[in-house]
C-alpha cells in the first residue's frame, strides 16, 4: 500500500471522524441546553456565552475525533504494512 493511498484513506477517516463527532456535540447540546446548538455563533443575535461553550465545546470533540481516527489509521497501516508511513502528519 503505497503513501498516497495511506494519506487518502487518512484524511477520509478523520474528515468522518469529525462528522461523526459534529453530531455527537449537536445532540449533547441539545440533550443539556434544550435547545438546538447556535445555527451561526458570530451572530450578535446569539448569546455570547451560547457562542464561546459550542465553539469550545464542539472544537474539541472533533479535534479529539479526527486525532484518534488518524492515530488509529496509522497503528493500523503500520501493523498491516510492517513499516510506519514515510510523514504520518501529513494524512489531514
Known amino acids: 500500500m503505497g503513501d498516497k493511498v495511506f494519506k487518502l484513506v487518512g484524511t477520509a477517516a478523520a474528515v ?3 462528522v461523526l463527532a459534529k453530531k455527537f456535540s449537536e445532540g449533547g447540546w441539545k440533550a443539556v441546553m434544550a435547545t438546538d446548538p447556535p445555527a451561526n ?3 450578535p ?3 455570547l456565552y451560547e ?5 469550545a465545546v464542539s472544537g474539541a470533540l ?3 475525533a479526527r486525532m484518534v481516527a488518524s492515530r488509529q489509521w496509522t497503528r ?6 510492517g513499516k510506519k508511513p514515510s510523514n504520518p502528519n501529513d494524512i489531514a
Open 51 to 55: 457562542a464561546i461553550l459550542w465553539a
Open 41 to 43: 455563533p458570530e451572530d
Open 76 to 81: 493500523y497501516y503500520t501493523k498491516s504494512a
Open 16 to 18: 468522518g471522524a469529525g
Open 62 to 64: 472533533i479535534a479529539l
Open 45 to 47: 443575535d446569539t448569546e
